[in-house]
């Protein structure tokens, strides 16, 4: 593998620049340890730089006067340079955060590409309102722009957990300040590169690189955001809402963690599909997904027959060099990260879970970082590795006896982000489905998937929904004009 050279440079007001007092921090590939580049390590003097740039845009009204027909087109454009560039971004994110490439590429840049599309399609087809108030007078509802959207996201879906929330925001006429995560900067500044090309003014869409409480928190805490929409750790998310609190009360939406529950009763209508979708939802992304249904419920009957089945399919799983086009499991995104995974195994083995599969480091000689996918057995609700997102390669399978007790253990979280069911008794399922406190039930299935569904969380999973004609909601604010009719007739 050679080298590759990545631009770390900051982009603000359409001019890639380092961070104003020359400071960068080491941007290392967990592949295998190499160094990829230096980034901009920007602070509160590039945050304040790049809201007043896109202060600027807003005020002269370089990208919000547009037609939203005319908005439409450059986003549809942005799409398009994405996968004009997929093979150079999915390589990027790979280098980058270590998933294996061929998801890079086919889900990442791909699902990034249809976002953009999707609501710069949406953007000229949403009428507002009339009120049906008294003929007196008319009362006009309509959807403006907030101004200055700060977006703060992490590193285990860089581009699509960013497109989640410039799309709706740039296609709704705000300006953007992106601050990506430091373990993953790379594809949010080219993704602002492309932007530009497509045709977004300067000033619209900036990228601050750098750590969370050194580029983060000035973003939430700015008096000239109007909106902070995060996605990332529960921990730091609380934080956000204190720091929006704190400042202007700006707009706070939160996207958080989670620690899905995944019910299988003896019922299922075919095991093997959902032996499938346990073992591969849970890997996929090397477990490194909010929505990864790290709690599996099976029946006691068909228990035995399940953890065989899901056995057979970990060495499947084993990781590789994410590089190589037919890897599956690459590796987890720096050493910080999997030592927290290794932390928790470790955890899980000292509280007395059964160990059934891997549990150790896996390539060490790499240089890289990667960890075996690894199952516990007779998991109980209090242990560790039954509570906290470990959001890494780990299933904990836990028991139940019956409907009531698994919805009881399922909601058991301080996390309501998704979960399954799988049963082929329609009111079994959906009477659970109802019972679970989650943003997200899927029944029979764990993969379905579209922009055009909600993602979001109850409880402590988040505030706000991505995806969807509702993640509209989160970047407008609603005016309501009332006109006086003095009618002649
Ligand atoms: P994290 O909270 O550590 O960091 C997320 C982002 O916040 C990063 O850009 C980081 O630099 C920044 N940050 C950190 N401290 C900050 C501070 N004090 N002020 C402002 N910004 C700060 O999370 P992570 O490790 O990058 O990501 C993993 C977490 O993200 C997991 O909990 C996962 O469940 C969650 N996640 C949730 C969703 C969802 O849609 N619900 C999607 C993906 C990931």
């Given amino acids: 593998m050679t080298t590759a050279i990545y631009d770390g440079r900051a982009l603000i007001n359409g001019t890639r620049v380092p961070a104003q007092d020359g400071q960068t921090f080491d941007c290392i590939s967990p592949v295998d340890g190499r160094l990829l580049t230096t980034v901009a390590r920007c602070g509160q003097a590039d945050v304040d730089a790049a809201v007043a740039a896109g202060r600027a845009a807003f005020e002269e009204r370089r990208w919000c006067s547009m037609a939203p027909a005319a908005r439409k087109r450059v986003m549809i454009k942005f799409a398009d340079q994405l996968l004009a560039h997929a093979d150079e971004l999915a390589l990027m994110e790979t280098l980058d955060m270590g998933k294996p490439i061929q998801y890079a590429r086919n889900v990442d840049v791909n699902s990034a590409a249809n976002c953009l599309r999707w609501y710069g399609e949406a953007v000229d087809k949403i009428y507002d309102e009339i009120a049906p108030t008294a003929s007196t007078a008319l009362a006009l509802i309509q959807r403006e722009p907030m101004g200055v959207v700060g977006v703060i996201v992490p590193w285990n879906y860089p581009m699509i957990m960013a497109a989640w929330k410039i799309a709706p925001a740039l296609a709704a006429g705000n300006s953007v300040v992106l601050k990506p995560s430091e373990k993953s900067p790379l594809t949010a500044l080219r993704l602002a590169e492309l932007a530009l090309e497509a045709g977004i003014p300067p000033g619209v869409f900036n990228v601050v690189p750098g750590y969370g409480v050194e580029a983060g928190s000035p973003l939430a805490l700015h008096m000239d955001v109007d909106c902070i929409a995060f996605t990332g750790s529960t921990r730091v998310g609380k934080q956000i809402h204190v ?93 910080t990260q999997m030592n927290s995974v290794l932390r928790y195994i470790a955890l899980g083995k000292q509280e007395g879970a059964a160990l059934l599969a891997g549990g150790e480091q896996a390539l060490v000689d790499t240089g890289g970082c990667y960890v075996q996918p690894t199952i516990f057995a007779g998991v ?35 996390y309501g982000l998704q979960a399954a069911v799988w049963s082929r008794d329609i009111n079994k399922a959906l009477g659970v489905a109802r019972a679970l406190r989650a943003g997200t039930v899927h029944v029979n299935q764990y993969d379905e998937d579209d922009i055009t569904v909600p993602f979001g969380g109850y409880k402590q999973s988040g505030v706000g929904r991505d995806k969807s004609l509702h993640a509209f909601d989160k970047y407008t604010e609603t005016k309501t004009t009332w006109i006086r009719i003095d009618s002649p007739v």
């Fill in 243 to 335: 720091m929006a609190g704190q400042s202007n009360l700006k707009r706070a939406w939160t996207e958080l963690g989670g620690k899905s529950p995944n019910i299988v009763f003896a019922d299922c209508p075919n095991l093997d599909r959902a032996v499938q979708a346990a073992v591969g939802s849970i890997f996929f992304n090397q477990g490194e997904s909010c929505n990864a249904p790290s709690r599996l419920f099976v029946e006691a009957s068909i228990r035995e027959q399940f953890l065989e089945k899901a056995l057979a399919l970990v060495p499947g799983y084993a990781p590789a060099n994410p590089l190589v086009p037919d890897t599956v499991m690459g590796a987890i995104v720096d050493q």
């Fill in 380 to 414: 109980t609700p209090d242990m560790t590795i039954a509570r906290e997102e470990i959001f890494g390669p780990v299933l904990s399978v836990l028991s139940f006896t019956d409907a009531a007790d698994v919805v009881c253990q399922a909601n058991a979280s301080v």
